[in-house]
């Protein structure tokens, strides 16, 4: 049987994203952020820095809304989003300032991850990778929608 590159692809874009998410969750929990997983954290990555409402999340994501509620609830209670009435019956969600804090942390950690890929052996190839996995989403988005 031939080995699918697709499938290749798609599982090595997962372990890395496991490993990636893994590695910043646990520098959070060193500096105090005790309570955070690798899935509160990838679902706070998807968030914009202004208004997301739970609708657009959850479409983003590919979940219920239930799920995102659920989600942003337990986010609510360990202090890093809060959720304030809007227009309508959808209520805004926003971080909270100690939720601003947790992704300036991340941002920082993963700042410092750029600096060890970039310095590693193949430190150059990185930008010519981001352009080709870049590029495959465009060609799958499009054979998607045809």
């Known amino acids: ?5 697709s499938l ?11 490993v990636m998410t893994h590695h910043i969750s646990q520098r ?4 105090g952020h ?15 820095c202004g208004v997301n409402f739970g609708s657009d999340i959850a479409r983003k994501l590919g979940v219920t809304r239930q799920m995102v509620a659920k989600t942003v609830k337990e986010l609510c209670r360990l202090g890093y989003l809060e959720q304030v009435q809007g227009t309508g019956r959808q ?5 909270t300032e100690r939720g601003e804090q947790l992704m300036s942390e991340a941002r920082a950690l993963l700042s410092e ?9 193949h430190g150059e190839k990185i930008s010519q990778l981001i352009n080709a996995l870049s590029h495959i989403y465009q060609v799958v988005e499009k054979q998607t929608h045809s």
């Open 28 to 31: 959070l929990i060193a500096k």
């Open 91 to 95: 209520k805004e969600i926003l971080f």
């Open 113 to 121: 991850l750029d600096n060890v890929l970039l310095n590693s052996a």
């Open 34 to 48: 005790t309570s955070l997983t690798p899935s509160l954290l990838s679902f706070l990555s998807t968030l914009e």
């Open 8 to 18: 290749q692809l798609m599982q090595r874009a997962s372990q890395l994203n496991d």
């Open 1 to 5: 049987m031939v080995e699918s590159q």
